[in-house]
């Protein structure tokens, strides 16, 4: 598959949000593996805001204790806040500067093996719901073409996410979010025991829970459980778990 048919079929997966079945934990975490996908980073994590001001990252790539400090940081300071705050993207290079314009979450990122990160804003006109964070191992900015890609990936997330709450009342998009918080490192968990039993990579692992949740119309966090609990594969028997509600129950 060429770049540009993998850019297509990202933007068809991000519109895919006005369907009955939507799994907010399963599209926020798709769209982080996308991005380190199409624009070469080492990782990148979804913040919203739920709701009010304050960010959360709901669905982080990964669940290391040194990428968790630098999520949980991120929340409240760096390019992540700024983004959101300003509707712009921002990253922690300011010329002129003699140190970091966020020290506590430079330091964060200097230990957790990363470089550079940049945030863009996730936007519609004049409401920003929150901001996509990329993080890289080497101290470059991105290009100018892959940041316009970046900014128009959490351009078309935003609409889809904004249109799934067209569609829902603002309570159960608010309980779908507090439960994505709840059930990430679940799935963070199942995802990193399915990669070492199967000797395949953390992205192929969560590709394979995702699938398996679609084909069998299930949630993606009871497919977590099942990995966890029973050590079921995606792909051989159905997990014995309840058929996907309207919200997920955990």
Same mark, same amino acid.
């Given at each position: ?116 990160? !940049? %945030?863009?804003?996730? @936007?519609?006109?004049? *409401?920003?719901?929150?901001? +996509? /964070?990329?993080?890289? =191992? $080497? ?39 507090? !439960? %994505?918080?709840?059930? @990430?490192?679940?799935? *963070?968990?199942?995802?990193? +025991? /399915?990669?070492?039993? =199967? $000797? ?51």
């Amino acid at each position: 598959m060429s770049r540009e048919q993998h850019i297509a079929r990202t933007f068809v997966e991000l519109a895919d949000t006005l369907v009955e079945d939507f799994d907010l934990i399963a599209f926020l975490q798709q769209m982080t593996v996308r991005c380190q996908e199409l624009l070469d980073v080492v990782d990148a994590a979804v913040f919203l805001s739920h709701p009010g001001p304050h960010l959360y990252s709901p669905a982080p790539c990964d669940p290391g204790p040194a990428l968790q400090r630098v999520l949980e940081t991120a929340c409240v300071q760096g390019p992540a806040v700024e983004a959101h705050r300003t509707a712009r993207a921002a990253d922690g290079h300011t010329p002129g500067d003699e140190g970091p314009r966020w020290p506590e979450f430079t330091a964060h990122l200097r230990q957790a093996g990363y470089a550079f990160a !940049t %945030a863009v804003p996730m @936007r519609l006109r004049k *409401e920003t719901i929150g901001s +996509l /964070l990329l993080l890289d =191992s $080497n101290e470059r900015p991105l290009t100018a073409d892959d940041l316009a890609l970046a900014q128009a990936l959490a351009d078309a997330a935003t609409i889809g996410l904004l249109h799934s709450r067209t569609i829902q009342q603002q309570d159960t998009v608010n309980e779908q979010l507090h !439960t %994505a918080l709840q059930s @990430r490192i679940v799935i *963070e968990q199942a995802k990193g +025991l /399915l990669a070492a039993r =199967s $000797n395949t990579t953390l992205n192929d692992a969560f590709e394979a829970m995702r699938r398996h949740a679609r084909q069998h119309r299930i949630l993606l966090s009871a497919v977590a459980r099942e990995v966890i609990d029973t050590g079921a594969v995606p792909g051989g028997r159905p997990p014995a778990v309840p058929p996907r509600q309207d919200t997920d129950a955990e």
